[in-house]
T-cell receptor, first 112, second 115 residues
Framework: DARVTQTPRHKVTEMGQEVTMRCQPILGHNTVFWYRQTMMQGLELLAYFRNRAPLDDSGMPKDRFSAEMPDATLATLKIQPSEPRDSAVYFC??????????FGSGTRLTVV | KQEVTQIPAALSVPEGENLVLNCSFTDSAIYNLQWFRQDPGKGLTSLLLIQSSQREQTSGRLNASLDKSSGRSTLYIAASQPGDSATYLCAVRPATTDSWGKLQFGAGTQVVVTP
């Protein structure tokens, strides 16, 4: 089965450090999402891309978060500087209009 | 703004009993609805996808119905097993232009099936 691959699976970093999370969407999928999941807020949409173009990043704290899709096989989410409140699981998902979306296994981020 | 609600938040049933999970949404202008399963510490696994023109979808012991006009979807799991214990989330994809492609998630129903 085709998979969405996320790296790293776990990341522990100190406050103030830069964090980069990577996602390899399923080949041929034209829509890519970044979600964040916490116990308090549930799943929150951070950003999404369609045909590599950013469509909406209104869910992201713009001063510290950035999302890019340099090519069709790679999406990145960066946090600089990281803060303890950024601790969460970050999911990438990809899909096509009529096939629904497939989620990656997530990156569990802990900022100490 | 589309809001998605799942009730109950938690459910515990004995093995063998049928599970009924509810999902309601406030705006009937949807493109499709997707049910996911999430095991503790894991990602989301897609279970069923229902297009807006469909009334139900089935896969094995799972059946999901969709009533767009009333803003409801129900996931039925027949003859539950302990391995069905997980959190089940429904996600609605709005059909409105400004929300195109986005998924709006419910908070999930945590299911425990006891042996």
């Amino acid at each position: 089965d085709a998979r969405v691959t996320q790296t790293p699976r776990h990341k522990v970093t100190e406050m103030g450090q830069e964090v980069t999370m990577r996602c390899q969407p399923i080949l041929g999928h034209n829509t890519v999402f970044w979600y964040r999941q916490t116990m308090m807020q549930g799943l929150e949409l951070l950003a999404y891309f369609r045909n590599r173009a950013p469509l909406d990043d209104s869910g992201m704290p713009k001063d510290r978060f950035s999302a890019e899709m340099p090519d069709a096989t790679l999406a990145t989410l960066k946090i600089q500087p990281s803060e303890p409140r950024d601790s969460a699981v970050y999911f990438c998902a990809s899909g096509l209009d009529r096939t629904g979306y497939t989620f990656g296994s997530g990156t569990r981020l802990t900022v100490v | 703004k589309q809001e998605v609600t799942q009730i109950p938040a938690a459910l515990s049933v004995p093995e063998g009993e049928n599970l009924v999970l509810n999902c309601s949404f406030t705006d009937s202008a949807i493109y499709n609805l997707q049910w996911f399963r999430q095991d503790p510490g894991k990602g989301l696994t897609s279970l069923l996808l229902i297009q807006s023109s469909q009334r139900e979808q089935t896969s094995g012991r799972l059946n999901a119905s969709l009533d767009k006009s009333s803003g409801r979807s129900t996931l039925y799991i027949a003859a539950s097993q302990p391995g069905d214990s997980a959190t089940y989330l429904c996600a609605v994809r709005p059909a409105t232009t400004d929300s195109w492609g986005k998924l709006q998630f419910g908070a999930g129903t945590q299911v425990v099936v006891t042996p």
